[in-house]
């Protein structure tokens, strides 16, 4: 029986998939937008992650501490200081230093109008940043008031980098107190 087929081979499978072209077409047509759906999905899961680390990136941090009644990376729940002296008796901890993050009204200085801002706190002068050129503009936050502004804000916020570039003070209101951009990031 196995010298009988041995010479001719009969592509059956093929054979079967040919013979209803359009619905191999319709068949691969399907498979085909279910692995782009697929993928697509993959993208969208690491665009979102890669977002919500954004800001964690920038910390010189091996380990970051976020309170369990945080709902979202935009509005972070605080933890009691004691939580941060607990991590600094581990022998491991070299240093801590508190971030306080939330969404804030911030105030379009040019038309009024009030729009939700992202804001981080921190001590200025705890090294908080990897990146080196952000030690010197995180010591302009010394003074009461002041406040950095990323160049890559939204244009809803108002033209507070042109401004700024231009040599001119900009002062608005984050969540109703007066402040002052003292540096752009």
């Known amino acids: 029986m196995q010298t009988l087929w041995q010479g001719r081979r009969i592509p059956l499978a093929w054979l079967l ?3 209803q072209p359009v619905r191999l077409a319709v068949a691969l047509a399907g498979i085909s937008f279910a692995g782009i759906l697929m993928f697509m999905q993959l993208g969208f899961r690491d665009g979102l992650f890669d ?3 954004t800001i964690h990136r920038l910390f010189d941090a091996d380990l970051v501490l976020i309170s369990p009644r945080s709902t ?3 509005s ?3 933890f009691p200081r004691r939580r941060l002296v607990q991590a600094m008796a581990d022998p491991a901890v070299e240093g801590i230093t508190p971030v306080h993050w939330n969404l804030l009204l911030w105030r379009n200085p040019q038309t009024r109008g009030t729009r939700s801002i992202l804001a981080l706190g921190f001590e200025p002068g705890d090294p908080l940043f990897t990146d080196p050129a952000l030690a010197p503009k ?4 010394t003074q009461k008031g002041r406040v950095l502004f990323d160049e890559q804000s939204r244009p809803e916020f ?3 980098a042109k401004w ?3 040599g001119r003070t900009v002062e608005s209101e984050i969540a109703g107190k007066r402040v002052r951009v003292a540096g752009l990031v």
Do not use: D, E
């Open 51 to 53: 977002a919500s680390v």
């Open 158 to 160: 108002g033209p507070v």
């Open 17 to 19: 998939l040919t013979r």
């Open 76 to 78: 972070m729940a605080g």
């Open 72 to 74: 979202s990376s935009v």
């Open 164 to 166: 700024f570039k231009s």
């Open 138 to 141: 995180a010591r302009l936050l």
